[in-house]
């Protein structure tokens, strides 16, 4: 007991010493320096000894892992870059990047009436502030003293300002009250990991919507997979994401709603500007899953690379079911989180259509447009065993493959080596079913005509 309690002591004043020895001229100098010289880490650790104590060193060594990082999230620069945010891992994993804040700034009010106080809660290192309008005055509210020396260091940084006010954002004094708010309920569990209960954000989603009504207007990130069947309809809800991934569940309050009862799906690009968008009026028969279903979903958006075997739809898919057809599309990751697959699908081609229920690849007559959909002519399929795969490549001369997972669990790399193919044509080999059956699809990329 006594063992932990000056452990945890310890670890405190270890906290305000880093906070002072990072943003020392000195150590900026000797990081920069480093970085230009690209110096390794048995040279950093020796040209550190002759100054630094043990724990100073290893402070100073774990924040320069972090330099690189933090720079490319929030386009800060390159090598040459002199600029330095204040973060450790934990916070800089949870912050908003530059592309999707860079988004979120536009959608904040602006002109004769609009308000121009900010509240940003829960505001961790500062991502969420970093690009508001200039014209809006912001404060972070935290109630850890730690987070609010980050987020006051960092937007004085970016933004030439800095207000801090340190309390629980579920009770904040009526004197201090402003406009609007951002808020990001934390999703970590106390050891780091991600949190995967939903149930357990802090503030909890159902705190989050009383907080709302004191505001004019504000947003929530939440993360993708939020059940949005919780979320009330007189709010409109944004997936914000790039050409592969969605990273951002937006609900968007008050006055920052501008189409209440609606979602949309943005892809944005490296810069934050809107690449397209697809949106549609909420459908409750899109948003509800059973329990199974929505844990299945959860558990598969989770995993990552090759352990990401399928993407599952909404059981109450807006698309039918069909056979095989001459084309074959994976939706964007915005478009299956928002559920709008199936309406931008078949606004493309009225005959696009499930090959199997619950998985995500919509077969169509005609190309699907990119970006929301990466489509694929259709050479070939066979049912999905060794012999019939392997006699459907030597048939078509395929010697290099890429080889897509949904509804079928293997390793695919494995898998490549399995089959042996030796031809001198490339193709892509889908792994999927059709009609709930396991299938082998041969497709080629169509290349997005312009």
Request: glycine share 8%; hydrophobic share 35%.
């Amino acid at each position: 007991m006594f063992r932990n309690f000056y452990t945890i002591k310890k670890l405190n004043c270890f906290r305000i010493m880093l906070k002072d020895l990072l943003t020392s001229a000195a150590v900026q100098e000797f990081i920069q320096n480093a970085i230009r010289q690209k110096k390794d880490e048995l040279q950093v650790s020796s040209a550190l000894t002759k100054k630094y104590s043990f724990e100073e060193r290893a402070a100073i060594m774990d924040y320069m892992a972090l330099v690189p990082k933090f720079r490319e999230k929030f386009g800060t620069g390159g090598q040459k870059s002199k600029e330095f945010l204040l973060c450790d891992k934990l916070a800089l994993e949870q912050s908003t990047a530059q592309d999707i804040g860079r988004y979120k700034a536009e959608l904040w009010p602006c002109g004769p009436g609009a308000g121009t106080t900010v509240h940003d809660l829960c505001c961790g290192m500062g991502g969420d502030s970093f690009y508001l309008p200039s014209h809006l005055h912001i404060t972070g509210v935290d109630m850890d003293t730690d987070r609010l020396a980050m987020y006051a260091y960092n937007c004085q940084a970016l933004r030439g300002e800095s207000n801090t006010l340190q309390a629980d954002v579920r009770n904040i004094p009526e004197s201090e009250r402003a406009d609007y708010f951002t808020i990001d309920p934390a999703r970590r569990a106390a050891d780091g990991e991600n949190q995967r209960d939903y149930g357990n954000l802090t503030p909890t989603f159902a705190e989050v919507l009383e907080i709302a009504k004191r505001y004019r207007g504000g947003m929530a990130k939440l993360p993708p997979g939020y059940p949005t069947g919780e979320i009330p309809k007189d709010t409109e809800i944004v997936y914000i994401g790039g050409h592969s991934d969605c990273r951002e569940c937006l609900v968007l309050f008050g006055e920052l709603a501008k189409a209440p009862g609606t979602v949309r799906a943005v892809m944005v690009d490296k810069a934050g500007k809107q690449v397209a968008q697809w949106s549609a009026e909420r459908d409750e028969a899109r948003e509800v899953r059973d329990e199974a279903e929505q844990r299945l979903f959860e558990e598969n958006f989770q995993r990552e690379g090759r352990d990401r075997v399928y993407r599952t739809a909404s059981s109450k898919s807006d698309l039918p079911l069909g056979e095989i057809s001459k084309y074959i599309s994976e939706p964007a990751a915005v478009l299956v989180r928002s559920r709008l697959f199936g309406t931008a699908a078949q606004a493309a081609d009225p005959t696009a259509h499930l090959i199997s229920e619950g998985i995500a690849y919509v077969a169509s007559d005609t190309p699907l447009p990119a970006p929301g959909f990466t489509c694929f002519e259709v050479i070939d399929h066979t049912e999905l065993s060794t012999g019939a795969v392997r006699s459907m490549l030597s048939a078509h001369g395929i010697g290099k493959l890429t080889l897509k997972l949904r509804g079928v669990k293997l390793d695919p790399d494995a898998e490549i080596r399995r089959l042996g193919a030796k031809g001198k044509e490339s193709a892509t080999l889908f792994y999927t079913r059709a009609y709930g059956e396991k299938v082998a699809i041969l497709a080629r990329l169509e290349v997005p005509k312009h």
